[in-house]
């Protein structure tokens, strides 16, 4: 069995077991601890290969239940901007906050 969810505007396919990076969660504006229950409400499909329920847009009653496992930070992207012969350089770098989600269980409605 597995589910399709999305969380904060991407998309992951998961079954019980898995491990998925996503986008920084957070809790009151911080970091939520480690160990922490997280729940995925947004799931557009829930079942096996051979059938299962398709969300229009969302499967109502369905959840996908996880915790927290880690949270970091990826590894440093640049991004350089130059325009030739005038004397113009940017060089900018950022580094994606992420969380690792261990799911624990898939509820499927009824």
């Keep these: 069995m597995f589910a399709i969810i999305e969380t ?3 998309q992951y396919k998961v ?7 996503v986008d920084l969660i957070s809790k009151d504006g911080k970091e939520a601890p480690e ?7 947004r799931i557009l499909f829930v079942g096996t290969a051979e059938q299962g329920k398709i969300g229009t ?4 009653g369905s959840v996908v239940l996880g915790s927290i496992i880690e949270q970091g930070k990826e ?19 950022a580094r994606r906050a992420f969380t690792v989600v261990e799911i624990s269980e898939i509820k499927a409605a009824a």
Excluded: H, N
């Design 57 to 60: 847009p969302t499967v109502g």
């Design 8 to 10: 904060l505007g991407r």
């Design 75 to 93: 590894k440093k992207v640049f991004a350089f901007k130059k325009k030739r012969r005038k004397g113009y350089t940017r060089k900018v770098g």
């Design 15 to 21: 079954s019980v077991g898995d491990r998925i990076k």
């Design 35 to 41: 160990g922490t229950k997280v729940t995925f409400d």
